[in-house]
């Protein structure tokens, strides 16, 4: 008996099949992250929010405002919230931006820092949640509006003096 023969197209069909197979195994390319989302990248932005906010309460309660200290705790409780919203290493990459971009010391912004200034913060940041409703998923979306209500009852509830 003949050995079967394999004709001219089944060879060239292998060998084609066997020089994909080696190109498609060649050396790895480099992954690239995929990009955050659009609401990652706001949960991003209001744990560096929050954080700063936390750091201002912070420097107040160091110079002797320990009335401020239910309001930091909130700001610190919805930052944990937050931080479940996005994954640990993104979360440690926002707070290291945070420092970075220049975070007052508590000592120097100590200085800085008064009711008045955490009002008008506050103010402020309750008005941005408003805005950031409108790009924000609906859970995400109900996350920020709470937020934002916490910060416009600090608007009334600060006191006047500490």
């Known amino acids: 008996m003949r050995p079967r023969q394999l004709s001219r197209r089944a060879l060239l069909a292998g060998g084609a099949a066997a020089l994909t197979a080696c190109s498609a195994s060649g050396p790895p390319k480099p992954s690239v992250p995929p990009p955050d989302s659009p609401d990652t990248v706001l949960v991003k932005g209001l744990i560096v929010e929050k954080e700063r906010t936390i750091a ?32 640990p290493a993104a979360t440690s990459a926002a707070s290291a931006t945070a420092s970075a971009s220049g975070s007052p010391s508590p000592s120097a912004s100590a200085r800085r820092t008064t009711v008045a200034r955490l009002r008008d913060l506050e103010r402020k940041a309750a008005a941005q ?22 910060e ?7 006191p006047r003096s500490v």
């Open 56 to 87: 201002l309460y912070s420097s107040l309660i160091s110079g002797g405002a320990e009335k401020l200290v239910p309001f930091r705790n909130r700001h610190q409780a919805h930052l944990n919230e937050l931080r479940k919203h996005v994954p």
């Open 152 to 158: 416009a009852a600090h608007v009334v509830a600060l």
């Open 129 to 150: 949640r408003v805005r950031q409703l409108d790009t924000a998923s609906p859970g995400l979306a109900q996350l920020i509006a709470s937020i934002g209500a916490c």
